[in-house]
């Protein structure tokens, strides 16, 4: 069974190693919005993405309305999309902060992209959401280092070492 403690930790890595992601601030508005690859074109594309993804799983959760999906467009900058991301990670542990984990149970109803309704335990969403962070930040970190750039270590066996106070290597 999916914890609160377990949804909490996963999220925290995620935000962690969302803000290792340091070098993001060198990048120029051209290199932030140009296409390169992946399965959004670029690292801005992949990171309004992310953003609206677990806002919107959020609120399929029981969390604060999203609204419609977020638009790249309207994030010209890294720092627009940081303050965005921001904002949904508060969201996101003020809404675990308020679970117990047999909340976590409790089947969230929702409309897939296709129009079909479908149901899951609220502590898989949320686990898919996290995860889902995961696997774009993997991908913004393919598309730094086509663009030059070395998005460090944000591997959650650093997480865990930081978070102890010892070296990871």
């Given at each position: 069974m999916i914890t609160v403690k377990d949804l909490a930790g996963l999220y925290d890595y995620g935000y962690w190693a969302g803000k290792r992601l340091t070098v993001m601030a060198q990048l120029t508005p051209e290199e932030f919005t140009r296409p390169v690859a992946g399965s959004f074109g670029s690292i801005r594309n992949t990171m309004v993405h992310v953003v609206s993804a677990e806002a919107g799983w959020l609120?399929?959760?029981g969390g604060p309305k999203r609204g419609p999906r977020l638009n790249p467009d309207d994030f010209p900058t890294v720092e627009t999309v940081r303050h965005a991301a921001g904002r949904v990670e508060d969201h996101v542990?003020?809404?675990?902060?308020?679970?117990?984990?047999?909340?976590l149970t409790r089947h969230a109803e929702y409309v897939n992209d296709r129009g079909e309704k479908r149901s899951m335990p609220v502590g898989e969403l949320m686990h898919h959401a996290a995860n889902h962070g995961v696997h774009h930040r993997g991908q913004v970190a393919l598309?730094?280092?086509m663009l030059g750039h070395a998005p460090g270590d944000?591997?959650?066996l650093f997480y865990h070492a930081e978070r102890r106070g010892v070296l990871a290597w």
């Open positions: 609120e399929r959760c542990r003020a809404f675990l902060a308020n679970q117990q984990d047999e909340d598309l730094l280092r944000f591997d959650a």
